[in-house]
Each structure stands twice: as structure tokens, then as C-alpha cells.
């Protein structure tokens, strides 16, 4: 049942999401759009590439749809509904993430084409760059709640959400997830413009499907985890607890969409560079805040 | 108990097999992933056998670790696409003998061996993972302090042999950083 | 129990050697590193089981895990620096062509 | 004309089912399109592909619409027929204004160019998807284009090429075969080229991309799945095959060929000792150590490895003679016709030949040799450089231009601009009426502009002075394509960096601007204003166009935008009477790099919106009346790119012979310069910022 309700959540969320993409793009509200491109993309030939790893070109799509089911299977939507609240959530999220990284590896690696093998390598680089302030502001959440499961952070949240506790780590936290589940202006390993595609480049057909709805539901994931470590998850006032946890999901979600709608992309130099001379510096101070904040204030 | 022994078995095995999968595979990619599921299996194990703050870490580890590994395999390898079918090993017979002699001593040991009683039932995940903190943060702290510079040592090291001489500026060797800092975190 | 604990044992000892015999057959310095990350996971296993059967009210147990995992980071880290300025040096990192870090 | 079809061209194979029958209507909904020559060439046009309800592919994979704007060169026609047999079927085919290109099936529908034409084939299209995606018996896609002849090459000696397998006249070694369809250059990197096997040493070379070395091929958008399949058809995938079956038919021969010399090849890998004189064994550390026997190396004890004869020179001695050392490693016979006298090894030694052994020396390379050649990154490490094309219909590229770098990694180390839509000025008479409208239609970018330069030349020649009051309209004609142009560069500048604001932005802007009135251009003011006040202020876009495609110091010849933007005061329409009379002043930006392309675009559309404001309603030039049908001319015009001169001789109303000098043949030459040592987007930023129109490029 809460597996079901979860999935269900993840679909309608993905399919929100993809409305409001086409409605940014195109300028038009088609509520059935994306419903009529999953089915054409069904209707439509899937091509191998020659001489492809085919292993990896199979599984790589599956895995990043996985990968994002599997982040979402350990966030509380409500206080009872979550798949599993492991006793190590919060870290468990940060393991399935990474393999993120490795889905793009085997997308550009699979399909033995250059552009697919540049975007896959350069998503490596770009995890350089993400991947620690994926990891310390969930850390400074992490300490706030003294727990690692996901439902005690979101409790820990009951005061004060930990976006104004630690906004720092809140603004870090959002700006890595853009750049995990590689959106615009973080979409180095597709780029359109640049490597026409990328590791999407090779894929049509069912593939292609399957990569598209799991890039979706890879933002709706780190929507929900954004809420889950800062925005305080189910609670809210007057409606019950999954309505908050499906509002405030979305919201995050739509922000994502949108500053990739008002952002060029990033150069990837500049992005490694600001992560790590910017970015880590701030992220530890924020550990640093945090911990002085727990001492200070009982 | 079954259970329990039925996971670590399976997990077992995919482990040995994708880590004899490392070694078979001509592909470089191909064998750099498999030692990371290899890897992700013996995280598994550590779950089966409840040891849930290691098991998570590990998988997590490996991930970041092992793809950066493929990408040294596919810099490094005259081959990596594994297409020319070449061999890439030496002293086959010596290396096959050592392994199976190392294995058979261990498999003997753990065989032979008397383990004394055998503890029933660990403790819940989220004490473990209460308990493992203080210990870290307590009578262990030593330990994690020397282990936490040695990584910043490795990794300065590693980038200073790694960049090339009188080229400021282009750092190959920034690839390697990262798996330290996030274990110290996450173990926090 | 002890069929678990064995069980365990016995898949770190064949790791361990599996993780032996690619350390010593292999050619390639990076391929070298793999065979020594088995032979950690090996190691790894048997602590975990260890841990987990014989005295899990021993938290140093798990640390000692996580001396291990730091030791393998830490072996990558090196290990890639090496071979990155090995390969500037010589353009390859094969052992067999190198016969200058013979002691 | 397709309008009585009932099925696409470019159908799937499959029976018309109830499921299948949804897929369609589906597909119908959801057209996307890959626009050939680009996307920016339809909104010069003044098309708007969303308002009929098209979404604009990046890669053919993603189209299921073939959309054509206009007529296309034949380089360009190739290339297309190319990129639709990669779409996956079904296809469509719509064909704007212009026939249909002689490569590709029969056009699914073809319409005028212009909006309510391109509504209306739209509803034609999908009703046609919506009932015909599906037939039982498809027809094929073959093309002359598509088909590879396979060559022979001597892996040493490039300059030998066969028809037939042999072997090689000056080394003796087999030759092997290689696809040589279509690529003009393809001698030079026979490396990245189609043939996967074709020696054991050419894998090993492509370090980073070395699982194929069809990259290059694969990927230029000017290559087909379809010659794919013949591959496929060795390797794998029925399901391809029914649907390509008669793709895969033509195939045949070439694949079994191939197939052939691949056996051949491994042959040599397997079984070196077939024609070996003799095995010596060596200790891989101390190469003075030569036994006959196997055994153990009596200074370090390792193993000693069999090695054949002639094998290592290069490895130790020979370092003059690398061309040759990968072959030595692999197979002796390929040495037939080698005179190894000169090399202190002993030859002539028979000794037997050890499988036993478990290290075949056939099996060892030495990597130093390997990478001993190969060229040298910025950061020091030997790697592999792998060309790859982009283009000509590149989403992030104008369409036309064929881009070809060198990467290395994510990096650009070198690379060349060409265009498949250059302009051929070698004419036949032609009347000067015809002359106008041919080459107006032959630059889509900036049709107003060379009208008047047209017709500018043909007044000129026919001793017309020039007429105050009409070349006011002109001028404001020209200025307005100007501000549309530049919009139209925003709006591609959006595509390459996936900014889909500006790219919507700009797009509405450029349509709204194309066709506006004095009175239209003066009430967008405001919308103008905000867009660039917006883009100069958007976060990242200006560390993403800062230092970026800086020329190098003196570079000649700059014209237009690129020019004013490095500080240069050079505008053709200083030197005129009419602008002078406008108010016009020139203004430079000084940097020189993308952001101050960027920068003096936005200036340029206000100084241009300020001229049109001055000068009143457009109008398109038009021949005025001329006299004296014979002479020679010479006009200038500063187009939105830059200056062009025309200089042409009419004899009684025919032009007779033409002289073009425009702004983007010279800056086409500038992208070898701008792309080399950047980083792969940088690369491309960097010719983006150049606004290259590859049809204004002459050849």
C-alpha cells in the first residue's frame, strides 16, 4: 500500500512536472502532452547504436529510473508513510544518488558514440563538483535531528524549519540537487547545445521513454528530500500531512524547472571551481554554525 | 537465521563473481564496474548481516570510487574497448597458484578454527549507529583523527605527484579527491 | 549461527584470493589497484562477520572497518597519482615496463 | 504529391492495429522536427513552429518530422538524407518552399513558405500520422548516399588505397578495408574511420574512445544508422532487421568482405607463428637476456617471454623507424617485405615455438610504444585525439556550417569551419531581375540586405545616382533586418546554452520585428529594452561569454559586429550620406570576446531602432528603373554581419559576371584560431558569438 501510494506520488509528480516543462518551452498548457509523447515514444523504433555495450545501453536507463525510485522509497511523506525509514536514511539517500553517476557512465559508455561519451565522462567532473555539498548540508540536518532517519530530521523541524535554521545549507543543498539530477543550467552531460544530446543522444524509442520519465522523477525525488531536510516535510497547518509533503515537493520541484528556465548553462570549469572554492568553504562553515547553534541554544 | 544466511550467501557469491568478472572481461569500463557492483554486493552483505551504517557507506563509497577507477582504466589501457582481444596479464600460472593457495589457507582457517559462542542478536541500526559515533568520537577518536589526516595527506600527495612540473593550473589529480572528505562527514 | 559466520568467512577468503591472483597477474598498474581493493573487501568481510557474530557489543570493530574503507580511499588517491605521473613520465603505466621501480 | 497517401514514407513496418492506431494519433500530437538547414533559417523565414504546434528536436534521434526550409544545396542535401535515416521510424517528411531533395523519399507533404502554409501542412501531417504511421509493407530508404563502398588501405601507407584486398606494394602487408563512402577526408584520420578491426594496434591507440572507431563516422550527423546495419547485421538484432531489411540487403557484399579481412586479421593475432622463422625468449626487464629456451631470467629471475624475432627493434633501438612499430608486436609476416639488416637481431634462428607458455607474446604490447605517438594534452598526458564532426545541423551550430574538432577529452584541440551552403558566384547571364531575387533567396539570414546590395550594384552600374527619398525606406528596410537578425542570434545563443527564456524571447521578438512597420518597431522599443537590460544582468551568462573566443592580436579583417565589439571603427555606413543625414553614430565595445559580441549586438539593435524611428516605414528594395542596361557596379553594404561588396558587369540587362566580399567568408577562417585549446563549449561559444552565416560564405 505505501509502496503504491509512494509510486503514485512519484508518477502524477513526474507528469505535473513535465506539463509545466513543456508549458515553460512551448508556451502552451497541454495537460495530456506528456501522456501522448510517453505513448508515441512506445509507437516509435528503438535504435542500437552499432557495435554498442549493449549491457550498459540496456541497463543504464532502468538503473537511473531505479536509482530515483529508491531515493524516494526511504523519505517520509507523512509520518507513517514511507516504504522504509531506515535507521541510516539520511545516508542512504547520498548512496543511491551516487549511482546516478554510474547510470550516466553506462549511458555514455553503451551506446559508442562520441557525444554520449563526453556527457557520461563530464558528469564524473560534475560530481566532483556536486557531490560534497550533497553530502554536508544533509550532514548539518543530520546533526540538528542527532539521527540519520529521515522521519527524526523532518521532527527535529517541528520549531523551526531548518531553511531558516540553516539557510546556507538549504541554498547549497538546492543548487547541488539542480546539478545531481543534471537539469539546466547543470545539464553538462546532455547539453543540447553542445553535444546534441549527450548520453540522451543514442537512445530512442522505449529507451528513451524510460530515460526521460526517470530524469523526471529524479527531480521530483530531490524535491522531496529538499523538504524532507529542509522544509520541515509534512508539517503545516490545517491540511493533513501528504498534502503538505505533495505541496511543498512540487513547489521545489517547479523552482528547480524554473531556474534552469532563466539560467544559460554553466562552463563546466567555472562550476568545479566554484564548488569547491566557494561552495565546500560555505558548506563547512555551515557545519560550523550549526554545531556552535546546537551547543549555544539548547 | 535462514534468512539471514541465504542473504549473505547470495550476496556472496555475486560478489566473488563480479569480482572474477573484474579479471575476465576485456572491456576496462565493463571490469571497473564490475568490481563496483562486486563492491556494492559486500555492502550488501554488511546489510544482510546487520551492520547497516557500514553496508550503506560502503555501497556509497564504491560508487564514486569505482567510476572514477573507470575512468583511469579507460586513460590508462591501451584497450579499453577490449576490442583487440589482447591479453593483459602476466605470470598467470604463479598469480592463479598464490590465489588459490591464499584462499585455501583463509577458507582452512575459518574452517578449523574455533570461533567461541556466537552472538545471536545485534544490536538495532540506530543504536549501532549511536554507539558507533561515540566510539568514534570517544575512545576511538585517535584512530578517525589519524585515518581523517591521512586521507588529506594521500590526497595532497596524490594531486602534488600527479600535476605536472612547472604547469600550475591543470590538475588531473583532482579526480582523486572527495572519497575522503565524504567519509568523514557521513560517519558524523 | 556459526554457518553464517563461516559463510561469511568463506566468502571473504575467496575474495582474498581472487583479489591475489588479479594483483599478481595483471599487467596494468590500475588493474593492480583492483585486485588490491578485492583483497580489501575480503579483509572487510571477515570484520563485518567478526564484528557481527563474535562481539558486536565492540563498536572499535566497526571502526577498524572504517580504517579499512579510509585505507582504501586512500590507496586510490596514491595509487592514481602514481599512475598519472607515471604516465606523464613514460607513457604507460605497465608493469612490465617498468623496470626502473625494481629496488 | 503525396496528399492522396495514405501511408507515410517513411511507415514502420507493423499491421494497423487498435494499440498501433493510438500510437499514431499519439505521434500526430506531438510532432517534433528536426529543421533543416537549422531552426534559425525557419525563423528568418518567419516561421513560428510552435504556433503550429511543433516541438524543435535536437538530434534526429528525438524527430519524427524531417522538416525542410527552403532550397538545399547539394552538400547539404546529402547530409540530410543522411540525418533522416537515422530518425527512427515513423518518419515524416515536410517539405517548405523548395523542392524535395533528390536524396529522400518523395516529400509526405510539401507547402509554401510561410505561416499559414506551415499551419496548414501541419494538420495535414498529423492527420497523415495519425492514419498511416503503420503499414504492412514499408517502403525502404535507400540512397546512393547511404551505400559505403569499402576501399583498401595499407595501415602504413595512407597514400595506398585499393579497390581490391591485396597487399601492400611498398610494405607487402595486407591492406584493410575501410568504408569510404562519402568522406572526402576521409585519407587523412583512416584511424577514427570504419574499420574496427583492421589492425590489432589501431584499437589500442584510441586509449579514451577505443571501443570503436566509428565515433566519428556514428556521430557526424552526416552519417547513417542504415550503414550501421550492415554491422548490425554481422553482430546483432533481428528486430532492426525487419525493419530495415532492404537497407540491410544492399549491404551485403561489403559486409561479408569486411567480415572476411576481420577473420583474416585475427588470424594473424592467433597464430603468429604460421610463418615464423623461430621464438626467442627475453626477460621483459633486461633485454640483453636472449635465450632459446624458456626459463628464468638469471639476473632478476622473472619469467623470460617469448619473443619473436624483429619484433622489438623499435621497442629498444629503433626510434627513427616508429612508423611501423605497432606491427611489430603482432604478427611477423607482415614483415615479409621488411629489410631488417640493419638491426643487430639475429634473424635467422629457428627455434620452436612454446604455446605451452602462458604469455604469448603475441598477447604483449608495449604500451610506451603505444603511446609514444600519440600527441600530447594540455596537461601533459598522452592521450587520444578523436575528430568529430559537428554539424551542419548542429543545434547548438547555425545550420550549414560543418564544424570539425579534434577533441581531446573534453577539449578542442583543433578544429575548422566549413560551409555546405556556400554561395557559388561562378553565374550564368542571368537577367538582373533574376539576379536580385537569386541572391536574396540564396541568403536566408539576411535576404533585405543583399536585395540592396543588388540592386545597389545594378543602379550603380546603370549610372543611377541614388535617390534620397528611396533609400530612406531602404535603409530602414536594412536596419530592421538588422534588429531582427540580432534577435535571431539571441535566440540561437539561447539554444546553444539551453536558455529557454531567452531563446523563446528572442524568437517572439525576432517574428514580431520581421514584418513590423515603422510605428510596430517603435512600440517594441520597450520589450527590446527589457530583454537586453535582463540579459545583461542574468547570473552566469556573463562568466559564460567573459574571455571567451578572444581573437588573436591582429587578426585582418574583421568586419561588422566582431569587429566593433574588438574596438575597431569599421561600419560601412559611416561613409554614408543617407545615415549621416539619420544621425547615426558608431559605437564599439573594446573587449573583444563573446560578452562584448553580446554587448554590441544589444547596442546595435538600439542604434538601429533608433535609425529606423528616424527614417521611417521600411521598404523592400526594389530595381528602381534603369536606362542604360550595361556597365559595371560596385555597391557596399553594411549587412547585420558585416560589410559585403558586390561588384558586377551587366551587358543589355543580363549580369555577366559577379564579385562577392562578404563579412562571414572572412570570419570563417577565424574559427580555427578561436576553437583551439578550449574547452569543447567554450569552443563552441566562441563561433556562436562569431554569428557565421554559412550561406553568405563564397566559394
Known amino acids: 500500500m505505501t509502496v503504491a501510494l509512494v509510486l503514485l506520488t512519484l508518477l502524477v509528480g513526474a507528469w505535473l512536472l513535465a506539463v509545466i516543462e513543456a508549458w515553460l518551452t512551448t508556451g502552451r498548457l497541454r495537460p495530456v502532452a506528456p501522456l501522448l509523447a510517453g505513448l508515441s515514444h512506445l509507437g516509435r523504433e528503438s535504435i542500437l547504436a552499432r557495435k554498442p555495450d549493449r549491457l550498459f545501453f540496456e541497463t543504464a536507463p532502468v538503473l537511473l529510473l531505479v536509482v530515483a525510485v529508491l531515493g524516494a522509497a526511504v523519505l517520509p511523506l507523512a509520518p507513517d508513510l514511507v516504504i522504509a525509514d531506515l535507521a541510516t536514511g539520511a545516508l542512504f539517500l547520498n548512496a543511491v544518488l551516487a549511482y546516478v553517476l554510474v547510470s550516466l557512465i553506462m549511458a555514455g559508455w553503451g551506446p559508442n558514440g562520441a557525444y554520449a561519451m563526453v556527457g557520461g565522462w563530464r558528469f564524473l567532473g560534475q560530481l566532483i563538483a556536486y557531490s560534497m555539498l550533497i553530502v554536508m548540508p544533509i550532514t548539518a540536518t543530520a546533526m540538528r535531528a542527532e539521527s540519520l532517519l529521515n522521519s527524526a530530521i523532518v521532527e527535529s523541524q517541528a520549531g523551526l524549519w531548518n531553511i531558516v535554521y540553516q539557510p546556507l545549507g538549504f541554498v547549497l543543498f538546492f543548487i547541488a540537487a539542480i546539478a545531481l539530477a543534471f537539469r539546466s543550467p547543470f545539464d553538462l552531460p546532455t547539453a543540447p547545445g553542445e553535444l546534441a544530446g549527450g548520453v540522451d543522444a543514442e537512445y530512442t524509442g522505449v529507451r528513451l521513454a524510460v530515460l526521460r520519465l526517470a530524469r523526471l522523477v529524479m527531480v521530483i525525488t530531490l524535491s522531496a528530500a529538499t523538504t524532507v531536510f529542509f522544509l520541515g516535510g509534512w508539517q503545516g497547518p490545517l491540511l493533513p500531512p501528504w498534502a503538505w509533503s505533495l505541496i511543498k515537493t512540487l513547489a521545489v520541484a517547479v523552482s528547480m524547472l524554473l531556474v534552469g528556465f532563466y539560467l544559460p548553462r554553466i562552463r563546466e570549469a567555472d562550476l568545479l571551481g566554484w564548488c569547491w572554492k566557494l561552495g565546500i568553504p560555505l558548506a563547512l562553515l555551515n557545519i560550523l554554525i550549526v554545531g556552535l547553534l546546537i551547543l549555544v541554544v539548547p | ?188 | 549461527m556459526t554457518p553464517v559466520l563461516i559463510l561469511a568467512l568463506l566468502t571473504g577468503a575467496i575474495l582474498f584470493g581472487v583479489g591475489i591472483y588479479g594483483a599478481l597477474s595483471q599487467t596494468n598498474l590500475v588493474m593492480i589497484m583492483m585486485g588490491v581493493e578485492l583483497i580489501l573487501a575480503g579483509a572487510l568481510v571477515n570484520l563485518v562477520a567478526f564484528w557481527r557474530f563474535l562481539h558486536p557489543e565492540v563498536y572499535a570493530g566497526q571502526m577498524f572497518v572504517l580504517v579499512v574503507m579510509t585505507v582504501m580511499a586512500v590507496e586510490m588517491a596514491v595509487g592514481f597519482g602514481v599512475a598519472i605521473a607515471r604516465f606523464r613520465a613514460k607513457g604507460s603505466v605497465e608493469m612490465e615496463e617498468a623496470g626502473d621501480l625494481k629496488g | 504529391m503525396s496528399e492522396a497517401a495514405t501511408t507515410l514514407a517513411g511507415a514502420r513496418k507493423g499491421r494497423p492495429s487498435i494499440l498501433r492506431r493510438w500510437v499514431g494519433q499519439a505521434l500526430a500530437r506531438n510532432l517534433s522536427c528536426l529543421v533543416v538547414p537549422g531552426p534559425e533559417v525557419a525563423l528568418a523565414h518567419g516561421l513560428d513552429l510552435a504556433a503550429a504546434d511543433m516541438r524543435i528536436a535536437a538530434t534526429p534521434r528525438d524527430a519524427t518530422v524531417l522538416l525542410i526550409v527552403g532550397e538545399l544545396s547539394q552538400k547539404l542535401d546529402e547530409a540530410t538524407a543522411v540525418l533522416y535515416a537515422q530518425m527512427p521510424r515513423p518518419r515524416a517528411i515536410l517539405v517548405l518552399g523548395g523542392s524535395a531533395p533528390s536524396s529522400l523519399p518523395q516529400a509526405d507533404v510539401s507547402a509554401d513558405l510561410s505561416q499559414t502554409e506551415l499551419m496548414e501542412a501541419a494538420t495535414r501531417l498529423q492527420r497523415l500520422l495519425a492514419e498511416g504511421a503503420f503499414a504492412a509493407s514499408p517502403d525502404d530508404f535507400d540512397s546512393s548516399i547511404l551505400q559505403t563502398k569499402t576501399e583498401y588501405v595499407c595501415p602504413m601507407h595512407p597514400e595506398v588505397v585499393e579497390d581490391e584486398p591485396g597487399s601492400c606494394p611498398k610494405c607487402g602487408m595486407d591492406l584493410v578495408a575501410r568504408e569510404a563512402g562519402g568522406d572526402s577526408d576521409a585519407g587523412e584520420h583512416d584511424e577514427n574511420r570504419g574499420h574496427e578491426h583492421h589492425e590489432h594496434h589501431h584499437d589500442h591507440k584510441h586509449e579514451s574512445e577505443g571501443h570503436d572507431h566509428h565515433h566519428a563516422h556514428h556521430n557526424d550527423h552526416g552519417q547513417s544508422h542504415e550503414r550501421h546495419h550492415g554491422h548490425h547485421q554481422n553482430h546483432k538484432h533481428a528486430h532492426d532487421h525487419e525493419q530495415h531489411q532492404g537497407d540491410d540487403d544492399h549491404e551485403h557484399a561489403h559486409c561479408h568482405e569486411h567480415e572476411d579481412h576481420q577473420g583474416q586479421d585475427h588470424g594473424h593475432q592467433q597464430e603468429p607463428a604460421q610463418e615464423q622463422s623461430g621464438t626467442e625468449y627475453i626477460c621483459p626487464m633486461h633485454p640483453e637476456v636472449v635465450r632459446s629456451e624458456p626459463g628464468r631470467c638469471p639476473k632478476c629471475g622473472m619469467d623470460l617471454e617469448p619473443h619473436k624475432p624483429g619484433e622489438d627493434e623499435s621497442v629498444k633501438e629503433d626510434v627513427s623507424e616508429h612508423d611501423h612499430e605497432h606491427h611489430h608486436d603482432h604478427s611477423g609476416h607482415d614483415h615479409d617485405g621488411h629489410d631488417h639488416s640493419d638491426h643487430d637481431h639475429d634473424h635467422d634462428h629457428d627455434h620452436d615455438h612454446d604455446h605451452d607458455h602462458d604469455h604469448d607474446s603475441s598477447g604483449f604490447m608495449s604500451m610506451v610504444e603505444v603511446t609514444k605517438d600519440l600527441p600530447r594534452s594540455a596537461d601533459g598526458l598522452a592521450m587520444d585525439w578523436l575528430e568529430v564532426p559537428f554539424g551542419p545541423c548542429f543545434p547548438g551550430l547555425p545550420g550549414g556550417l560543418k564544424l570539425t574538432l579534434t577533441l581531446d577529452g573534453d577539449g578542442v584541440t583543433e578544429g575548422q569551419a566549413t560551409s555546405l551552403v556556400a554561395m557559388n558566384t561562378s553565374s550564368e547571364e542571368v537577367a538582373v531581375e533574376t539576379f536580385i531575387e537569386r541572391l536574396a533567396a540564396a541568403m536566408p539570414l539576411a535576404p533585405v540586405s543583399y536585395r540592396l546590395l543588388a540592386c545597389r550594384a545594378i543602379e550603380q552600374a546603370a549610372g543611377l545616382e541614388p535617390d534620397p527619398a528611396v533609400e530612406r525606406g531602404r535603409a530602414a528596410a536594412l536596419e530592421r533586418e538588422r534588429i531582427a537578425s540580432h534577435l535571431g542570434w539571441l535566440a540561437q545563443l539561447g539554444r546553444q546554452l539551453s536558455f529557454v527564456w531567452l531563446t523563446r524571447r528572442a524568437a517572439a521578438l525576432q517574428l514580431e520585428t520581421q514584418r513590423a512597420d515603422r510605428e510596430q518597431l517603435v512600440a517594441l522599443r520597450p520589450a527590446l529594452q527589457s530583454l537586453i537590460a535582463r540579459l545583461e544582468h542574468t547570473p552566469l551568462l556573463k562568466a559564460r561569454l567573459k574571455g571567451i573566443g578572444a581573437l588573436p592580436h591582429g587578426s585582418q579583417d574583421l568586419r561588422g559586429t566582431v569587429a566593433r565589439a574588438s574596438g575597431r571603427t569599421e561600419d560601412a555606413r559611416q561613409a554614408d550620406a543617407m545615415y549621416r543625414e539619420l544621425g547615426f553614430e558608431m559605437r564599439a565595445e573594446s573587449a573583444g570576446d563573446a560578452w562584448a559580441r553580446l554587448r554590441q549586438r544589444h547596442v546595435e539593435i538600439m542604434t538601429s531602432l533608433d535609425l529606423v524611428e528616424v527614417a521611417g516605414d521600411p521598404e523592400l528594395p526594389k530595381l528602381r528603373a534603369i536606362d542604360n542596361p550595361s556597365g559595371t557596379g560596385e555597391a557596399t553594404v553594411e549587412t547585420p554581419r558585416g560589410r559585403a561588396t558586390l561588384r558586377l558587369t551587366q551587358e543589355r540587362g543580363q549580369v555577366v559576371s559577379v564579385e562577392l566580399d562578404s563579412a562571414c567568408s572572412q570570419h570563417i577562417g577565424l574559427v580555427a584560431d578561436l576553437v583551439e585549446g578550449q574547452e569543447l563549449g567554450d569552443a563552441l561559444v566562441a563561433v556562436g558569438s562569431l554569428d557565421l552565416s554559412p550561406w553568405e560564405v563564397t566559394s
Open chain 2, 1 to 188: 537465521m535462514v534468512v539471514q544466511a541465504f542473504f549473505v550467501g547470495v550476496f556472496g557469491l555475486a560478489a566473488i563473481g563480479f569480482g572474477v568478472a573484474v579479471f575476465r572481461t576485456a572491456s576496462m569500463v565493463r571490469s571497473a564496474l564490475a568490481l563496483l557492483f562486486s563492491q556494492a554486493a559486500v555492502g550488501c552483505m554488511f546489510l544482510a548481516m546487520q551492520a547497516e551504517f557500514l553496508g550503506v557507506l560502503q555501497i556509497m563509497m564504491m560508487a564514486t570510487e569505482m567510476s572514477i577507477m573507470a575512468i583511469f582504466m579507460v586513460m590508462f589501457m591501451m584497450d579499453p574497448g577490449g576490442l583487440g582481444g589482447m591479453d593483459m596479464s602476466h605470470q598467470k600460472r604463479f598469480s592463479i597458484g598464490a590465489g588459490a593457495i591464499a584462499a585455501a589457507t583463509a577458507i582452512s582457517v575459518a574452517l578449523f578454527s574455533d570461533w567461541g559462542p556466537i552472538v545471536a542478536e545485534a544490536p538495532d541500526a540506530a543504536m549501532q549507529t549511536r554507539e558507533l559515533g561515540f566510539e568514534m568520537l570517544g575512545r576511538s577518536m585517535l584512530v578517525f583523527e589519524t585515518a581523517a589526516i591521512t586521507i588529506l595527506t594521500a590526497m595532497i600527495a596524490a594531486t602534488a605527484v600527479a600535476i605536472p612540473v612547472r604547469q600550475p593550473g591543470v590538475d588531473t589529480g583532482k579526480l582523486d579527491k572527495g572519497n575522503g572528505d565524504k567519509e568523514q562527514e557521513a560517519s558524523k
